[in-house]
Structure formats: structure tokens, C-alpha cells
């Protein structure tokens, strides 16, 4: 014999399955393999909970690419992306955007490719912290029974 509260609480439950948000973050699901699309992909992939407090400026030198050098900031808990290099940066990142691409995509080796010299940076504690403010193109949320995206964090 179940009470008012069970119930009340087995119908939270089943409401809460029911509209349960996907997520909709990009993933190399369905961001192409490219630097302008994958550049623009970073405000949606910020964890807003990992920069809190938080202020940083970056500048990306792709080299190769047809549109080679952006600039990203990070404050108030957003995420800003603009073509060129705007400001003073916390860091500058410089690699071949082939580098870039498969390392976003998960074909790459960052710590690899930085030991073969691909890669090079300004600030390596500031580099660390843009890391850890994105989630990663290639980690893509497993869906569960349902067919609902969960991230897993």
C-alpha cells in the first residue's frame, strides 16, 4: 500500500523522465572537422561551473588554415569567440590547424604533438585552465535506454 508522498514522488519521477533535456552540446557527431567550425563550437562546450571567477584571453594561431587567427575570452562565466586577434592575451597557442583539428577531434595526441614541437604556447597554467573549461568534441554523451543524452558528469 503506497501513501500520497510515494506516489506524489513516483510522479515526480516519471515527469522528471519525461523532460529530462537532451544534451546539446556539439560533439564531432556533428561539428565538421574543420577550424572555423570547431572554433565556434567552444562557447557551446564551456563549463561554466569550471570558470567561475575566471577571466582569460586567447589567441589561436592556426597556421595553414584559411582563417589562421582567433581570439577567445573567457569571463563571467561566457565564452566569446571573434576571428582575428583582439586584445591582450592571457596565452597565445600556435600549431599548424591540421594539429588543431585532430587534436579537438581526438585523432591526435596534444602532449605528442607538443613533443614534436606542433605545438607551442605562452603560459602553460593558463593553457591548462582553457583545457579544463570545455568539454571535449570527442567526448560524446552515451544515451541511455531512453535514447536521452546524458554527459555524463
Given at each position: 500500500?503506497?501513501?500520497?508522498?510515494?506516489?506524489a514522488r513516483s510522479l515526480a519521477v516519471a515527469v522528471?523522465?519525461?523532460?529530462?533535456?537532451?544534451?546539446?552540446?556539439?560533439?564531432?557527431?556533428?561539428?565538421?572537422?574543420?577550424?572555423?567550425?570547431?572554433?565556434?563550437?567552444?562557447?557551446?562546450?564551456?563549463?561554466?561551473?569550471?570558470?567561475?571567477?575566471?577571466?582569460?584571453?586567447?589567441?589561436?594561431?592556426?597556421?595553414?588554415?584559411?582563417?589562421?587567427?582567433?581570439?577567445?575570452?573567457?569571463?563571467?562565466?561566457?565564452?566569446?569567440?571573434?576571428?582575428g586577434l583582439h586584445g591582450e592575451p592571457s596565452c597565445?597557442?600556435?600549431?599548424?590547424?591540421?594539429?588543431?583539428?585532430?587534436?579537438?577531434?581526438?585523432?591526435?595526441?596534444?602532449?605528442?604533438?607538443?613533443?614534436?614541437?606542433?605545438?607551442?604556447?605562452?603560459?602553460?597554467?593558463?593553457?591548462?585552465?582553457?583545457?579544463?573549461?570545455?568539454?571535449?568534441?570527442?567526448?560524446?554523451?552515451?544515451?541511455?535506454?531512453?535514447?536521452?543524452?546524458?554527459?555524463?558528469?
Amino acid at each position: 500500500m503506497s501513501g500520497p508522498f510515494e506516489e506524489a514522488r513516483s510522479l515526480a519521477v516519471a515527469v522528471a523522465d519525461i523532460v529530462r533535456p537532451t544534451v546539446t552540446r556539439p560533439t564531432v557527431l556533428d561539428t565538421p572537422a574543420e577550424v572555423e567550425a570547431i572554433v565556434r563550437s567552444l562557447p557551446a562546450r564551456l563549463r561554466p561551473e569550471r570558470v567561475e571567477g575566471y577571466e582569460g584571453r586567447f589567441h589561436l594561431v592556426l597556421t595553414g588554415d584559411p582563417k589562421p587567427e582567433w581570439t577567445v575570452t573567457i569571463v563571467d562565466g561566457r565564452c566569446e569567440v571573434a576571428e582575428g586577434l583582439h586584445g591582450e592575451p592571457s596565452c597565445v597557442l600556435t600549431m599548424p590547424a591540421k594539429t588543431y583539428v585532430g587534436v579537438e577531434t581526438g585523432k591526435k595526441n596534444p602532449m605528442t604533438a607538443f613533443l614534436k614541437g606542433r605545438v607551442k604556447f605562452t603560459n602553460v597554467g593558463q593553457l591548462r585552465r582553457y583545457d579544463r573549461a570545455f568539454y571535449k568534441l570527442y567526448d560524446v554523451p552515451k544515451s541511455d535506454e531512453g535514447g536521452r543524452g546524458s554527459n555524463g558528469h
